[in-house]
């Protein structure tokens, strides 16, 4: 009898144990159902209303910085370097006397000529008076002049061989990394130093061969160092080659620009802007609300969906919308097709939605100002 109690007793244990793990386990499953009918838990991102701005419109491209006014110095004389006047980075006005060669041969030369020219004037005036009381004859008067003239043209040559042994700066600027030193021999043509006038900078870039009926003399160009963020330069259309190039069907453009902060100096690579006197409408977007994908750029769209069943709060949920952009300023594109203005679209958190997925809005989250500089919408 004692044993058929304890199997009873066991068996209803058994059975408790197994109806309670049961339960359980059906309540899980109604839970899961529960969820899996009520879908995922929104995600959080941030949005933005679109808008319309009013854009310049301009014509992009690649440039390199040449110096208005820039010369490799070098002698045209060779010699001996005897002195230098000047130091690596030195600011020279125009006629500054650089550095001299060795010319003690030169000068020596030219006191024995200056003696002879002395010497031949003297005979010359002594002759004229001859001349005029009829004591020489004219001839010697003639001698007497040929000589006084070439002795004066030899000294003449004798000065400029002399002065071309001393190199001066041809206009004023800015002196590059000295490239010779006391002592040395310098054949003709031995660069010295790099001198240029950094204040007025010319920018040359190409444009497609389509452009060339937008483009004339004196239209704004805005020169910027990439990736510098405030080292903007402006200037002018000054040049436009009359021929386009063969090869790649562009045509080369040269700009004007004042440069008196050297902000851009010459060989540097820049990006330039040249600015249309007309100005556009576009739907401008945060650069950061743009998906791109192999098949296309899309935006998502934030849009209210009726409650659910039980809720009486609108649910918020993603609508993806293929797009296509334009051109860039600062932090915003422009869309030109898939886009309207008033749209609310995601700016924050995009790459986890996807079509129809719901989401909380949270803008409250403030951006770095020097991480998100906001420049000049253009």
Do not use: C
């Not at 040929?146 to 004798?158: T, W």
């Not at 749209?343 to 951006?367: C, P, R, W, Y």
């Amino acid at each position: 009898m004692r044993y058929v109690l304890a199997i009873v007793g066991l068996v209803v244990v058994l059975g408790s144990l197994a109806g309670l793990k049961a339960a359980q386990i059906s309540k899980l499953i109604g839970m899961g159902k529960a969820m899996q009918a009520a879908g995922p838990p929104p995600e959080v991102v941030s949005t933005r209303v679109t808008e319309r701005q009013t854009w310049e419109r301009t014509l992009s491209a690649t440039a390199s910085v040449v110096a208005a006014k820039g010369v490799a110095l070098s002698n045209d004389a060779p010699g001996l370097v005897s002195a230098i006047h000047f130091e690596s980075g030195k600011v020279v006005k125009q006629g500054d006397l650089l550095l001299e060669l060795d010319s003690s041969v030169e000068r020596a030369q030219l006191a024995s000529l200056r003696a002879r020219r002395d010497l031949a004037e003297t005979a010359l005036g002594r002759t004229t008076k001859l001349v005029a009381s009829g004591a020489e004859t004219p001839a010697q008067l003639d001698s007497d002049q040929s000589a006084s003239k070439g002795l004066k043209a030899d000294v003449a040559a004798l000065e400029a061989q002399i002065a071309r042994k001393s190199i001066r700066a041809p206009f004023a600027g800015k002196l590059g990394i000295r490239a010779v030193n006391l002592g040395q021999y310098l054949a003709p043509g031995t660069t010295i130093a790099v001198l240029e006038a950094p204040k007025q900078i010319y920018v040359d870039f190409t444009l497609p061969q389509q452009e060339l009926p937008n483009l004339s003399l004196g239209l704004k160009v805005r020169a910027s160092e990439a990736g510098a963020v405030g080292r903007q330069v402006e200037g002018q259309i000054s040049a436009i080659d009359p021929a386009v190039d063969a090869t790649t069907r562009n045509v080369k453009v040269r700009a004007s620009m004042p440069n008196a902060e050297e902000v851009l100096r010459s060989g540097m690579f820049v990006h330039v802007e040249v600015v249309r006197p007309e100005s556009e409408q576009v739907v401008a977007a945060p650069l950061t609300a743009i998906v791109h994908a192999s098949y296309g750029d899309s935006v998502f769209v934030v849009e209210n969906k009726a409650p659910s069943a039980g809720s009486d709060k609108p649910t918020r949920v993603a609508h993806q919308k293929f797009v296509r952009t334009a051109g860039v300023r600062g932090d915003f594109v422009s869309v030109v097709q898939g886009l309207g203005v008033g749209e609310e679209i995601v700016t924050a958190g995009a790459f986890k939605l996807h079509n129809g997925a719901s989401v909380t809005v949270n803008n409250d989250v403030k951006v770095d100002p020097e991480l998100d500089p906001h420049p000049q919408n253009r």
